[in-house]
């Protein structure tokens, strides 16, 4: 009784504390079971991608147009719109908010760019595919291709209906964010990505993260149209774990649960092959010796010894 008493509470103890330290909080033995069969997560763009790693990394503009404005309309629309953008473009503009034009009826296209209204034009702010979309003109792919090099990529701006200027952009790893990545990758939990980014697709966050593509899905239009039932509001529902809003928060306290699960799993396989051999060993000797050869102080030792394998299964897992 007191080993299974310790094999449950054990696990649960350093999963609280583990979760507490990312401010998290599993609320039972249910929950923990729930979360151990995780096998997909949803993740903000942001959070794989948070400012230090994205870099602007060139302007250029077409006929002899402004850059000075093209950097005004470009960061108009996305520090509104773009939360991975959004950093660098205000940044440029030195946080100066002011300076910034009013955007009117922002629309979004997932994986393609945004539109909206400046001062009576129609700016849009997307990749290839949304500048085709909406019948722009823009370079070859060869002409694209001798600025966007190595780990470039672009994002086209146009004013009015014509090709206005061109932003060099790359994306790189968090270093805490890929230790993460990787733990989930090992423990066989695909990634889901919610992105307002049209320059972040599935392909992107695999090299950044040194993953194979199969395990990150970034999600379409329809794709997030269809899940946004589940991540609405409810009044009342079933929870499994409180935590900060942090994906930071979340993931550890997630990476608790499923540690706590896996060591009582393992410390109740200990258990029961105690249990076993002590079954094995009572047939054999009340067949041969006889039980009442066994003095108390054996059975205590080998209850001890026992108990003290199965606490240390539960206490040499990383929580």
Known sequence: PLSSTLVG????????GSAARVGAVVPGPSAME??????VVLVGARDLFPP???RLRGIKTFEKERIDLAILYAASILVEGCDTLRDIFLGVVEGRLDML????NLTTEIGRGFTGWIDNNRVIVGNREMM????????SMDYESRYTGDDKRPIYLAVAGRLFGMFLVSYGPDEEMADTVEELR???ISLLVKSSDFNINSELVAECYGIDASYVKVLADSEAAALAPSLSYLPESDGVMTHIGSFSSFIGGLRAAIAAAG?????????????????LLGLLLSVTTGLGSLSALAVLLYQLAWLILAVA???????
Do not use: W
């Not at 509470?9 to 609280?16: C, D, N």
């Not at 034009?101 to 009117?104: A, G, K, L, N, R």
């Not at 299964?313 to 929580?319: D, E, I, K």
């Open 9 to 16: 509470a054990l696990p649960a103890a350093l999963m609280q």
């Open 34 to 39: 729930t979360l151990k069969n995780t096998n």
């Open 52 to 54: 230090s790693t994205v």
């Open 101 to 104: 034009y009013p955007v009117e």
């Open 132 to 139: 085709k979309r909406h019948d722009i003109e823009i370079p």
């Open 186 to 188: 090992r423990g066989g």
């Open 263 to 279: 060591a009582e799993h393992a410390a109740s396989v200990v258990q029961a092959s105690a249990v076993i051999l002590a079954l």
């Open 313 to 319: 299964v539960a206490l040499t897992r990383h929580y």
